[in-house]
């Protein structure tokens, strides 16, 4: 056995472990409403048919360019009504009660104000 060989090679993978560890997972601080908004979406599996980060798919809107047109009435009407292959969330009391949250959430998002990713509530 060479000892030499295994000696890298533990080395290397002890090396790997604690840049994983060490490596902090980026997240990026935003006002409360825009994080409670982020919490909704994920908590609420908005990220199924838009995507992670509201940018859609082929069979589903992307969320970014929808507000760039959709005045928050119109956004609150399509979440809380449903429209086309989009089902009614009005009877979903998370949804329901920090519709204006989510609204900020995207609305941030289509704007470029807030990054795609991990958020975290600002100090």
Partial sequence: MDHKKTSIRKTAL?????GAV????????????TYNGF???????????????????AAFPNLLNSLKNLSKDQFKEVVLKGRNAMPPF????????????????IKGRSDGTVPAGELEKAP
């Fill in 14 to 18: 002890a090396t790997l472990m604690l």
């Fill in 22 to 33: 060490a490596a902090p997972a980026f997240s990026a601080p935003v006002d409360q409403a």
């Fill in 39 to 57: 919490k909704i979406y994920k908590q609420q599996r908005c990220e199924t048919c838009h995507g992670a980060t509201g940018e859609g798919s």
């Fill in 90 to 105: 009005e009877a979903n009391k998370k949804v329901a009660e920090g519709i204006d949250d989510l609204y900020t959430y």
